[in-house]
């Protein structure tokens, strides 16, 4: 049976709403999770027929459905530190993708919610934490007094991490040590990402409501936060 034929009826809806905007397409893969990769305004979503379930299905569609706000946040941040040497060994592909990504859930979960669907299964191990104790306590910011690049960026990660999670895990421990660690980049991030809360992608405009502008404060605030730092 095709996979479009076992969707429930409101991924059913979703997905033919979406097909009035977007092509989307399906394809089978040998994966344990679902994805969707776009473009030239093609969706495709891979699925593993073998594991697959509605909700992860609903999931990747409400990424598309994301698609038609335009909003470029992770690309954008990635493209542009690309020319600076500091900030480019911080902001790799996978770190800007991963932003993206945790941007794009805090904004589709109410709509999850709303078609019916269950905490859990937002995500793979939905209830789970996000990041652990642990790795933030093995975390070392600095070697001989210079910023290790890949640390700085898991630094970035796991904070986004807690803060993007759908479920209310405590997450009050990790905070404090995550802040005490590096209070400035600590405000950096958690104003970037109250700041994402509370952006309306509905009504985007380059003056009062720019996703350029608000990823572009975020990279000032990185610029100035690195200028006289040594990295490895
Ligand atoms: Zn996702």
């Known amino acids: 049976m095709d996979i479009e034929d ?11 709403e979406l097909r009035k905007e977007f092509e ?3 394809q089978k893969k040998d994966i344990n999770y679902c994805e969707v990769y776009t473009q030239n305004g093609k ?3 891979f699925y593993n027929p073998n594991i697959v379930n509605n909700e992860s299905i609903a999931h990747e569609l409400l990424h598309i459905w994301l ?8 690309n954008h941040i990635y493209l542009s530190f690309q020319s600076d040497w500091k900030l480019s060994k911080i902001f790799n592909k996978f770190l800007c993708d991963y932003i993206g990504n945790c941007f794009d859930h805090y904004k589709m979960y109410p709509k999850y919610l709303e078609m019916g669907y269950s905490p859990e299964k937002f995500i ?3 209830l789970d934490e996000k990041c652990s104790i642990d790795d933030i306590k093995k975390l ?3 070697f001989l007094s210079k910023y290790k690049p890949d640390s700085v960026n898991r630094y970035i990660g796991y904070l986004i991490s807690i803060y993007a999670d759908h479920i209310d895990n405590s997450y009050i421990e990790h905070l404090k040590l995550l802040q005490k660690k590096e209070p400035e ?3 950096i991030v958690t104003d970037f990402w109250n700041r994402w809360t509370e952006f309306d992608i509905e009504n985007i405009d380059a003056i009062h409501n720019s996703d350029i502008e608000l990823a572009g404060s975020f990279m000032t605030e990185m610029e100035d ?7 490895k």
């Open 185 to 187: 980049l600590f405000r």
């Open 43 to 45: 969706s495709t979503i």
């Open 124 to 126: 793979m191990n939905g």
């Open 24 to 26: 989307i397409v399906f």
């Open 225 to 231: 936060w690195i200028e006289q730092k040594k990295i």
């Open 67 to 74: 698609n038609k706000y335009n909003y470029i946040i992770g």
């Open 140 to 142: 070392h910011l600095k």
């Open 6 to 16: 076992k969707l429930d009826k409101n991924t059913t809806e979703l997905l033919s």
